[in-house]
């Protein structure tokens, strides 16, 4: 059974930064892709980064081009994103997913498995 945790999240104030960590257990993630996705109050979940488990491709969505870094360590089965330069727009719960292929998908009906869910808030 695949599991994802997040952790990392928290208050921080405008220009500051956090790193998320999400790991996971269950299987053998070489040959998926892992992305991050965030949903404020109100709102549509929205895809942020995805990264390819097997070559380290990334993929981010243009609102955080620049500011934020998702990287995977294989040995430890985890997948982090560094954010950077944090705006008050940033604010969401934050969230880990795992689809079925190797494709960086940026919907989040493509992924199969999620997380709980860590919180970021972004003080202005």
């Known amino acids: 059974q695949v599991q994802l945790v997040e952790s990392g999240g928290g208050l921080v104030q405008a220009g500051g930064s956090l790193r998320l960590s999400c790991a996971a257990s269950?299987?053998?993630?070489?040959?998926?892709?892992m992305g991050w996705f965030r949903q404020a109050p109100g709102k549509e979940r929205e895809f942020v980064a995805a990264i390819n488990y097997n070559s380290g491709l990334t993929h981010y969505a243009e609102s955080v081009k620049d500011r934020f870094t998702i990287s995977r360590e294989i040995v430890k089965n985890t997948v982090y994103l560094q954010m950077d330069s944090l705006k008050p727009e940033d604010t969401a719960v934050y969230y880990c997913?795992?689809?079925?292929?190797?494709?960086?998908?940026?919907?989040?009906?493509?992924?199969?498995?999620w997380g709980q869910g860590t919180q970021v808030t972004v003080s202005s």
């Open positions: 997913a795992v689809t079925g292929t190797m494709n960086l998908r940026v919907v989040p009906t493509d992924y199969d498995y």
């Open positions: 269950g299987r053998t993630f070489r040959s998926y892709a």
